[in-house]
């Protein structure tokens, strides 16, 4: 119960006692507690004004400090509580004696729990000094904070992480080297089978341990759909690494080293390129593709998914004579029944990726895609501080496409701490 509600209760039963027990004293002291409660009731009209002014960005899990400017326009005094109501944002209530037309500052700390556009919600309340009465007062304040990712969480997930997995991410949303539903033989079971391919029903009726011996998938050709137009080249290369002829040794070198015949085409924006069905030692495969650095800065805003527009596919058609996109082209001479990998920026034509995606798929092949991701890939030196909101902004617009992209066709994401340098080295 609140205070003033046993207040009021201690008044009605002294004054109850008093008629029943016919005792003046108990009713006096009911009268002058009611008294007390009403004069305290009339005098309590409190009148202040809550700023709280919020930095516009902050970081992750980081203390973010915010100053309080708390005016008392009224006689009463009392304690001045602000409480943070976002569940985004954790912060511990924040009270203060605040004396009759008093002026005060005050500071509150803030901690995002999470980052993006985080919009805090404060609460204030005004309780008088004897703790009977409070009234909600109104707090001005910033409605929104960018919090930018932490760089202990990214420490954190770079030092948990075992080994660079996008490669075997790609193999696993290829299909390539899963069991299958069909079995090919039961046997007797051996040290070292997996008992939860045991079959309990064979092994009841021969009263021994029976495996079942599952098929898997046959070693079949690999295809790697390449983008080498400019607009791509810029992003996978910096002043000491080209990073595609990384990529591309390394993911020949790990599809080789399971025993899978590797074959590559390459497109750009209107036309293929090469094709080669079995580009061998990965240091030939760089030699034949012939890939050349671009120079030049990334596109890092994503391009939006859709169909494209009629400008865009009449300047299709004067290039290239005709409206097919270079990696539908691409897509159009892989064999049917293929495990096709496309090495693409996800975010310079996403309805292209599509329209090639849909092609394969009707041509009964598996695809996935293999997206470095140009943000990732741009070096520290190359960001100037004034460029950090427009990056996280385009960091974002990219993670919210990578999203939609999903819904069509697997996506593995790729960054620098993926690609081992050693692989060129060695050829």
Request: net charge positive; no cysteine.
């Amino acid at each position: 119960m609140k205070p003033a509600e046993v207040l009021l209760s201690v008044a009605g039963v002294l004054l109850a006692g008093s008629i029943i027990l016919v005792n003046p004293a108990a009713g006096v002291a009911g009268a002058a507690i009611i008294a007390y409660y009403s004069m305290a009731r009339l005098s309590f009209s409190p009148r202040l004004e809550v700023l709280r002014r919020i930095p516009q960005r902050g970081t992750e899990l980081e203390p973010l400090l915010t100053e309080v400017e708390a005016k008392n326009l009224s006689e009463a005094s009392g304690y001045l509580v602000l409480r943070e109501t976002s569940p985004d944002i954790f912060a511990r209530p924040l009270k203060a004696k605040i004396r009759p037309r008093e002026h005060k500052k005050l500071m509150h700390t803030l901690i995002p729990q999470k980052k993006g556009v985080l919009k805090p919600e404060a609460k204030a309340e005004f309780i008088d000094m004897t703790g009977l009465f409070r009234a909600e007062v109104p707090v001005s304040e910033e409605r929104e904070i960018t919090v930018f990712p932490s760089q202990r969480r990214i420490r954190e997930a770079l030092t948990t992480r075992k080994e660079p997995n996008a490669f075997a991410e790609a193999r696993s949303a290829l299909g390539l080297g899963l069991e299958v539903l069909d079995f090919d033989e039961l046997r007797e079971f051996l040290p070292g089978d997996d008992v939860r391919k045991i079959d309990w029903k064979a092994s009841s009726r021969l009263n021994k341990l029976i495996v079942k011996v599952f098929k898997r998938e046959a070693l079949s050709e690999v295809y790697l759909l390449i983008n080498v137009d400019p607009s791509f080249r810029r992003e996978m290369r910096n002043r000491k690494t080209d990073y595609l002829t990384l990529i591309i040794a390394q993911t020949v070198a790990y599809f080789q080293k399971f025993g899978h015949i590797v074959g590559a085409i390459t497109y750009d924006s209107h036309s293929v390129r090469k094709v080669l069905n079995d580009v061998g030692d990965p240091a030939r495969a760089l030699a034949h593709l012939e890939i050349s650095p671009q120079p030049g800065r990334p596109q890092i805003t994503p391009s939006p998914v859709g169909v494209r527009s009629e400008a865009a596919r009449k300047i299709l058609k004067i290039k290239s004579g005709t409206s097919t996109s270079g990696i539908e082209k691409a897509a159009l001479r892989v064999p049917s029944n293929s495990y096709v990998l496309i090495i693409d920026d996800v975010g310079l034509h996403p309805g292209e990726i599509i329209a090639a995606v849909k092609i394969l798929k009707r041509k009964g092949s598996n695809v996935a895609v293999l997206y470095p991701n140009p943000i990732r890939f741009l070096r520290k030196d190359e960001v100037s501080p004034d460029e950090l909101e427009g990056l996280y902004s385009a960091y974002r617009a990219r993670k919210e496409l990578l999203r939609k992209m999903r819904t069509e066709v697997p996506v593995v994401e790729l960054g620098p701490k993926d690609v081992f340098r050693k692989v060129v080295e060695r050829l």
